[in-house]
């Protein structure tokens, strides 16, 4: 007897910023989907912030970028210090327009206005409170089992995509290898009043006790990032001010917080991102290090190409070449990520790392730079 066909051709487990943007990638593209999340409301916090300009090409391709550029903050230029000395400066003017910036967001927006482009499209796609309990893959069908407020609910779908995050539960439930190591590095973080003079420019200090970046956010804020020796349970407003008062001499200690928290690196990648009709996207596919702001973009990256491949007609072999195509990206981003890393650590002897970058800021290589930080190198890879 013949399998009964899907009632939904695509369910997506995870809402976040990963499985919104596929949502709506899929909708656009004439792809009826499902969007199970267990939250009733966006993440609370800051989270994720820089939106690079491959990310917002995208968004004009699915005329959803205007509510995000009324919200944001355009940086248009990143300036590198030592302690106290200028080393040098990338402007992403130069860089092909209209999007020769990088757009600061912080996570609640942009899942808000993710949620509000999805619910124009189908106000039934996002379903909210929707607990992910498992699947049963058969030949033509993967059969997705959830609960909300209480009861167990089963969707019938073609594809199953795990947006759930680095602990995803699909990735586990399909078998998934999921692999890599954690780095030394760990920082803490804090989003601040603006009293800098910086104006809309990021800023990246070098000095010889380890990185400190502050980047412009909306509203008058700014993001603070302290490269710490340990990793810190319980960070705190004093700790932070004083780590930068003490290494750069800036003052923030009376400015109002917002957000503080504390984190450590990594980098792991599923083993695949397409196994039979589980396919995966976002951080359930790979997570690489915050340094540098990419890993979201590399997410929507990767969901857009998985958009246009569920969309076809016979999908049947083109998920393994995502799989084989997306990796190679995500191992050319976590070079650079590592390379920051590196670039931030504490050093005793710092002249060299600080010619280096003299050399890369000073020079013509710097708009390869500026093509870096906004991943435009990533352009050959057919987005």
Known sequence: MAEAKPEIPVVIVGGGPVGLFLAISLIKKGVKCRVLERRKDPVPDSRSLGIHPVSLELFDELGITLPFLKAGLKIRKGIAFTENKKLGEISFENCPQPHNYILACPQFTTESILRKELHKLDSDALIQKADFQGFEEKDQHVLVNYHQT????????????????????????????????????TYIMGDFEDTTNFGQDAAVFLPRAGLIECFPLPNGMRRWVVKTDHYIKEPNKELLSSAIKTRIGYDISMAKNTMLSSFGVQHFTAEVFAKGRILLAGDAAHVVSPIGGQGMNLGWLGAWKLSKILSEETPSEAPDAYSKNHKKIVAKVARRAEMNMMLGRASKIPAFKNLFLKFLLRTPLKKKVARLFTMRDLDSFGF
């Open 150 to 185: 209480g009861d167990t609910q089963q969707i019938r779908c073609g594809y199953l995509v795990g947006c759930d995050g680095k602990n995803s539960q699909v990735r586990r439930e399909a078998s998934i290898h999921y692999s890599g190591k954690r780095y030394p590095d």
